[in-house]
């Protein structure tokens, strides 16, 4: 009977599994389906920065592509804009009204209007940017955002619009104030590290002129022993007037390291190639190679510790028997 029982049950086992098996993957194959967007916008620009310089009273045009990376037509229109930095690593905030440094009303594209852009194709706008004769020299930054137009997805209700905006630096020559200062210089993750990774050297600087810059440099790494063993360059970004940016480098895997080591930074700026020095010290400590000596180590002083009372009566019979000779 129960043999009987248990041959019968099997097969319903069989298919009750089968069946739930059959349905699990229908629900993960429609969430699946269901979360993979058909149709979503892609557009790209190039080139996606712009520094240029123009005299007072002279104008220069930039060409920008747009590319149009999704499978249906878009319709692009193009507006100057200015923006702001937000925070140090190089993030633009598109602003409406003007600022200290507006670079919009300089700005007209062609052309201007609404533009449909094929699937997989591109459209060029060219850029005028036109200085008034009276403009004061230094760096004025804007953008031109390429805006997709909404268009209601077939089978939704919601309109999908897409934005780019390329980043336009405009120098206007003449006495500009160059003038950049240091926030800060420091090894991340510091005073100790350990060996065998990668250091990251953090520069972070201020520009207090009128004219955006792009500092470069190199930082070199000295041993306690004052012998350089490592340089790297820095990351070097345009500052706008009034920001600051943070420039990282690398000091990629130095290998087997141990002690004391100051990384000194040299950075120079500007036309007349002024000058910024710092430097900062650290410690590095190759745990994977020290804690098995500090493992040892410790057990060899408990071990002596526990025999101590032994090795000292040893070494009284020693004694004792030096003596009796």
Do not use: C
């Not at 149009?68 to 409406?96: C, H, L, M, W, Y």
């Not at 002024?274 to 650290?282: G, L, N, P």
């Not at 032994?310 to 028997?321: E, F």
């Amino acid at each position: 009977m129960f043999s009987l029982q248990r041959s019968v049950a099997s097969p319903l086992s069989i298919a009750a599994f089968s069946i739930v098996a059959v349905l699990v993957a229908l629900l993960v194959s429609y969430a699946a389906t269901a979360q993979t967007p058909e149709g979503s916008v892609s557009i790209t620009v190039s080139p996606q920065s712009l520094d240029t310089a123009v005299n007072p009273g002279q104008s220069t045009t930039n060409v920008f592509r747009v590319t149009n990376g999704s499978d249906q037509s878009i319709t692009i229109q193009p507006t100057p804009k200015n923006f702001v930095p937000r925070g140090n690593e190089g993030a633009i905030q598109i602003e409406e009204e003007d600022t200290p440094y507006s670079l919009a009303q300089w700005l007209s594209v062609d052309p201007g209007g609404e533009t449909t852009i094929r699937p997989n194709q591109t459209a060029d706008f060219e850029v005028t940017i036109s200085v008034p004769e009276n403009a004061d020299p230094g760096g004025h930054f804007g953008s031109v955002v390429f805006r997709t137009l909404p268009s209601a997805q077939e089978g939704t209700a919601a309109a999908v619009s897409q934005e780019v905006a390329p980043v336009i630096l405009v120098r206007v020559p003449g006495d500009a104030n160059e003038d950049v200062s240091l926030t800060s210089f420091r090894a991340l993750n510091t005073p100790i590290v350990t060996s065998d990774r990668d250091i990251t050297l953090e520069t972070i600087v201020k520009n207090d002129g009128n004219v955006h810059i792009k500092p470069t440099g190199t930082i070199s790494i000295f041993n306690t022993f004052g012998q350089q063993v490592g340089s790297t360059p820095i990351d070097s970004n345009n500052v706008i007037p009034g920001a600051e940016r943070k420039m990282n480098a690398t000091w990629e895997n130095p290998g087997f390291r141990f002690g004391r080591y100051t990384a000194k930074l040299t950075m120079v700026y500007g036309k007349d190639n002024k000058i910024i020095t710092a430097e900062d010290s650290f410690f590095v400590i190759p745990l994977k190679q020290t804690i098995p000596a500090i493992i040892i180590l410790v057990v060899a002083s408990f071990l002596l510790y526990r025999i101590r009372h032994r090795l000292l009566l040893a070494a009284r019979i020693l004694a004792g028997k030096q003596e009796g000779k």
